[in-house]
């Protein structure tokens, strides 16, 4: 229950953040992991150098000196060390320009969970046996007159960012209501100042200090009446604000989000190429988007909401004043899921999509690479039964079975192993470190980062641990010895240290990262490469986009368009009907501006220009003084992604050349298209004419 706790608080807050954030729930995940091994790791190193070395130069007994340092060093300490990863994370131009506000808050909260739910577990992970049920749920260790609390499934499901452990006053004889998980909502006040300090312009910086400053106040007052354990005026202000703590969790995310969403809002303006046609037509993204997702659930909702966290990071990219190059990549590859799924935006693209045979191919094309889940999954299996199955009163004994002889000699062997796979893993990550930092998302770069520093604080965990329980204290004696630094530490055994090490598995899985779409390409079917790379980028819903896209996608309209003359007029499908209507309008362009048809024969494909890596197009008509010319109508605005891209085109192969790029488009057109144009190439070089 727990663990339980923890990952519920951390899931309410991904939830509710929905509408601005852009970080995938197993990034979120994984930064759990990160809380708990790396920072926990290096916050123990830390405060247990700290402490003995205070201990050694004042002559004070170590336990006057970790009560002291609780609450004077130990609260910078954590909250510096749990905000770390996302400063670290932020060194990266890509992630802190493509992650908003609201991800850093998401992503600081589960830091913190991490952190404070391995406190809980050390503290009462062996305590199950004497643990004694209240009648209206949960359970206490009667151990002091003021008893450890686990909440039960009912206090847990009800609340807000419950905390997985908590303390029952004297006397208490009430219903029980849990507690709000206070390192929760610490580091997702670290996490709101760590997103101002990469956010905001260099004068304002300085703001960031703030949230993190209360954060650690906070923390200062409440180790202090801790020690103390006195009532007083400051227990009793404590009480008062520890019952409205969920407030700050809230308003610190309505804060953030009503920033990221600003800035999304004013990046679908200006890129109006990233944009669903149904969003451009209804102006209604909400219902654009959810038209989508119930073409086939759940795999057009996966599609749906991936683009959508993708859109957004592009927004947050653009609103940082990246440079049209710094954002090309992102932006391109954005356009590219939009276009597909403007191809798709159609029951008959789904009706025959057999999502079970892509799946199957994909896992088939793995190889024998797939079964390489299973290794994790076989070493974490003693800790899941010794930590989770054994937490139950009436499987008790399997804790008991672990907790010395062959069980603890059983737990030491898995950390063996466990610690050669990590090794074996880091190796991975180590050989992919260039490749992540290449390509164009900065959350995948992110999630590599992270991946590796929870293997490496792990290892480093785990290395400490067989050197204890090779040693003289044995798998079952005490991983450190007694009168250390923290209260949660007091009581470490070796083998409880190989239970959680084990768990650490969970942060490197799957193993090498990515394996989910390993054999996408033989999946996809005859699909060109571009498109392969944009739906690698949405995972599984890549894969159901590439199937729908084969299955029945509406044909695209010739060159000449296929489209009708004027505004209002229907599409027409006929492409001998759609030769005439290009040959009508190259004749009339090139009238206008004294040039000439390069195909010879107006209607027929132009001359082909390239630009490398984005693809072809045609120059419908060559100037007079050499301009660059496309040719078309209103059925341009059908796919803006696919014309901006074009536009882009035609101007890089015009500046080669040493000339203009032009587009000339037939009245009727739609204005999204005109501004589209008027953007890449400048007002001047956009005409429009009557046929």
């Known amino acids: 229950m727990m663990v339980v706790a923890a990952v519920y608080g951390v899931a309410q807050l991904f939830a509710a953040s929905w509408p601005a954030r852009s970080v995938r729930l197993s990034t979120v995940l994984l930064m759990i992991a990160v809380g708990m091994f790396a920072c926990g790791t290096a916050v123990a190193l830390l405060e247990l150098t700290c402490t003995r070395a205070i201990a050694d130069g004042t002559g004070r007994s170590l336990v006057r000196v970790v009560n002291s340092t609780s609450y004077t060093v130990a609260p910078w300490v954590e909250e510096l060390v749990k905000a770390a990863p996302l400063v670290l994370a932020g060194l990266y131009v890509k992630v802190r320009r493509q992650w908003g506000l609201t991800d850093f808050v998401v992503l600081g909260a589960a830091l913190g969970a991490g952190f404070g739910l391995l406190e809980s577990l050390l503290r009462y992970s062996l305590d199950a046996d004497r643990a004694l049920a209240r009648p209206d749920g949960g359970w206490i260790i009667p151990d002091s007159l003021s008893p ?33 998980f206070s390192h929760l909502v610490w580091t997702a006040l670290a996490g709101l100042g760590v997103g101002l300090l990469w956010r905001l312009p260099r004068w304002w910086k300085p703001v960031a200090l703030i949230p993190v400053a209360v954060a650690v106040a906070h923390h200062t007052l409440n180790n202090h009446v801790a020690v103390n354990g006195r009532r007083g005026p400051q227990r009793e202000w404590l009480e008062s604000f520890d019952s409205r703590m969920w407030m700050i969790s809230l308003a610190v995310l309505a804060v953030a989000m009503t920033v990221d969403l600003r800035h999304v809002y004013r990046g679908k303006r200006s890129m109006p190429e990233v944009l669903l046609t149904s969003e451009r037509l209804d102006g209604d993204g909400i219902a654009a988007l959810t038209r989508y997702a119930a073409w086939r659930l759940p795999w057009s909702l996966l599609v749906a909401t991936r683009f959508a966290r993708l859109r957004r990071s592009l927004c947050y990219a653009h609103a940082t004043r990246a440079t049209v190059r710094d954002l090309e990549a992102l932006r391109t590859l954005v356009a590219g899921i939009a276009s597909r799924m403007n191809a798709t935006d159609h029951a008959r693209a789904w009706r025959t999509v057999d999502m079970r045979g892509r799946l199957r191919a994909a896992w088939t094309a793995a190889g024998r690479r797939r079964w390489l889940v299973l290794v994790p999954c076989l070493l974490a299996l003693p800790s899941v039964l010794f930590l989770g199955v054994g937490s139950f009163e009436s499987a008790i004994g399997i804790q008991d079975f672990f907790a010395a002889g062959t069980g603890a000699k059983l737990l030491m062997g898995c950390a063996i192993a466990a610690l050669t796979w990590i090794a074996l893993q880091l190796a991975v990550l180590m050989n992919t470190w260039r490749q992540t930092a290449a390509q164009p998302l900065g959350e995948l770069l992110a999630a590599h980062r992270f991946r590796f520093g929870s293997a490496a604080g792990s ?37 409880l240290g190989f239970a959680l090490f084990l768990l650490s598995l969970l942060a490197l899985f799957p193993p090498a990262a990515g394996l989910a779409f390993a054999g996408g390409g033989a999946a996809a079917g005859a699909v ?55 040959a009508a309008r190259e004749q009339k362009v090139a009238e206008l501006t004294g040039g000439t048809v390069p195909s010879g024969a107006p209607g027929k494909p132009g001359l082909k220009v390239t630009k490398p890596g984005a693809g072809t197009t045609d120059v419908d008509v060559i100037g007079a003084d050499g301009s660059y010319i496309a040719v078309g109508g209103p059925a341009k605005a059908r ?53």
């Open 148 to 180: 450890p609390y686990i909440p039960g499934p009912a206090q847990v499901l009800t609340a807000w960012l419950p905390a997985p452990s908590g303390s029952l006053g004297l006397g208490h004889t009430g219903p029980t209501a849990t507690g709000t």
């Open 459 to 495: 290892a480093l965990a785990g290395t400490l641990l067989l050197w204890r329980g090779l040693g003289d204290a044995g798998p079952d004696g005490r991983a450190i010895p007694a009168a250390h630094l923290l209260e949660a530490l007091d009581s470490f055994l070796v083998h």
């Open 528 to 582: 060109t490469a571009p498109a392969v790379l944009a739906a690698a980028r949405l995972g599984i819903a890549g894969i159901a986009l590439m199937a729908a896209g084969a299955g029945g996608a509406p044909p695209e309209p010739p060159s000449g368009e296929g489209a009708a003359s004027g505004r209002g007029e229907s599409r027409s499908t006929d492409p001998v009907q759609a030769e005439k209507v290009g």
């Open 639 to 691: 796919n803006l992604a696919k014309f901006g891209e074009k536009c882009h085109i035609l101007k890089y192969a015009a500046e080669q050349r040493g000339v203009r790029a032009q587009v000339y488009l037939e009245e009727g057109t739609p204005d999204a298209a005109l501004a589209l144009a008027r953007k890449i190439l400048g007002d001047a070089n956009v005409h429009t004419f009557t046929r």
